[in-house]
């Protein structure tokens, strides 16, 4: 009797009694915002690494380097899962206007770009004001010319502007290909006047053999319409970026591995590749920063979850979603209870939205009360996306979160040198980790399912 | 009688009743803030030619464009007064961490930068936090090393940490390399976070053969430190500058006549060339315009001044100022009332500083009275520079004045590819115009002499 009345004290003070999830999910919210680690995570990253191009050695060092940081932190079941990609490398990359306003311009090549001939090509320059001016451009009526995509992105708070002009990089090359173009340049998808081109990738069509296609700065298209304003432009464009074959890619996993091992996982991530201008800080340094700080805080400081805390770094993210494509056609739906990627920049969280089964949503709610103390907004949004590589598990009918940060600044640097770990503030990741591991405790100790039913039986 | 009386309404309604000198420069003042025209001219100037470097054919174009725009405008007596001067221009410029590390840094080549073979050389890096450290290290102690200067420069409303710190560019790579030096990396002598390296002039010593210099970004000086906490860095720079022989330069000359030849001439003006990285919109697209709309202003607006109204705008100042030298050479001090350039971008003047006789005090403080308006502070100070280009002037005892601008931005954009256009707000350049205009005019109207007898018999 006294042996019982100890065990049961014992019980009390120890994890189990201390487990009300909500409680646990206050308490390490709390520690986050005390210093969550994220900062060294990415400043180890960027600093020891730097760039690290999809398909390239400096992409299998992230990879070294992330399963040697997660199993010192403590992770189980750390592993690559390795995948094969197509890679292109960049080449010399300038272009210059011709004539009387002779002067260079800043550019650079879009992810698959196809090369000008390797002493250039000189063409005149024909502008679009808008996506859509293009769309109408006659048939051939492009014929041996350089199209200017001159569609102009605003700075937005949650990034919409971005996925709504975004189809003049993604296809707006492939666009005036297919009407003749010699080349093309765009006004970069970004809002930084800093005289820096963002690259970023572009597609073509099936069978389509891909012309040179080139970003230009703010600052350049902007002088680019000024003298066309004065008449004609001529310019000279030398681009030899070029398709280096097949390479192997991977995504790395490491786990804080739950009770129920048939309960699905609890996946959050960022991705581990980044364009090769910057060091890749906010984009995604940031979300691997903050996903493996917040399940390490897991790990540490909250009892064992019923549901395994998945952490996966993404390979080959800004190519075209190679990594994603690979883990979603590796895991079966069932298998992932909830899915978010963090790949938006170290700015603060200020919503959490979801898209998950409706008998989910009063634990989304839960969450949302927890998160409240940090000023982030309750969202009744159940359509978000979750993050780039989890659009195939999502497209499957998994359940997402995405904790939308503010990126009004995320646009001045992504995809371009000005991509350094000066731009990551330590206070805003540790809000970050606080929300991710609210969210991620919430879900992985919780018995709900996120599935949609009507989603997984889509394609 | 009544012809009489007719002739002197005639007088009373024209200029020379209104010219009561404060009342003009009043006018001109208050013209000047409802829109000087001003932006025009730097739009013009950095949109048709673009990037300028002194003793180029891009210099030459802009001494063609500043002829044509001040004829255009009315001038007289416009001409190209030109000179030699010996040239060099930039090549291949890369940098990289070998080893474990691996990966790119953004560097540029300092002005009269030697070359490294065309293979590049490979050396480690030896850290100096301060140029008194390096002044402190021993002779020889750097042989074979690349000598990395991190003298940190701080952003300061009046630009007194450039000067305070510029020796770290404009002495640190000769001094590095009379220690033995293989090479020289500088953290950039700028304050912005944008990955940019800020190029400059450096100063090598008498029959000391040049080796390569050049600048990292912020954001690089900073990943190199963080690289060198780790362990000793061993780098590979790649630096191809030549010397391309001597060739001519030139400044450009143009009037606003007065009524007495002997009085000497009121020099205001910019300097024409710029760096070779952006469009030189701040430096010195700006001053360029600024005191090309004030004498225009006075040449539209106001009763003929007594003195010439001279605008100077200096070729080769930044390579250093060889036209400044060329001017003061072929100029007596005699012939020069006053000088003052604008040489410090688009911002706000802050506050009127003069380097004049005693005598003359009580001018500038009319002047001051007259800008208490536009919210310029008055200074005591009367020993300021007037600017670099007038430096030689001053030096032989030529009175000068500085509207000393808010540069708390300036160097962020100075001497790097983000000194473009955008940068420039049309109505500060306007409160520019406003300041210069009514110095100017007073300057140019009065009996005062600024020159400073005990200057006057200095070297």
Redesign the interface.
Known sequence: MIRHTCLLALVLAGPAVAADPDTVAASLRDRAMAGSGAYALV?SLT?????RLAGTP?EA?ARIWAVAKLKALGFKNVRVEPFDMPVWVRGIETAA?LG?????L?VTALGRSGATPANGLEADVVRFATYADLEAAPAGSLAGKIAFIDHKMLRTMDGSSYGAFGAARRSGPSLAASKGAAAVLIRSLGTG????PHTGGTNWAAGQTPIAAAALS??DS??LN??LA?GPVRLRLVLTPRLAGTAQSGNVVGEVVGTDPGAGAVVIGGHLDSWDH??GAVDDGAGVAITVAAAKLIMDHAPKPRRTVRVVLWGAEEPGLYGAAAYAAANPPGSIALAAESDFGGGRVTTLKSRVAPEALPLVKRMQALLAPLGITPSSDNSASGGPDVGPLAAKGVGTLTLQQDGTDYFDLHH???D????IDAKLLDQNVAAYAVTTWIAATSNVSFARAAAATQP
Not at 47 to 51: A, L
Not at 100 to 104: I, T
Request: negative net charge.
């Open positions: 400043e600093t020891e690494i730097g760039p400096d060092r206007v009387a306003n002779a002067q260079p800043a006047y800093h005289r820096h703010l600052n902007d002088q000024r003298l004065k910057g060091t371009t040198p000005d350094t770990l000066d731009k």
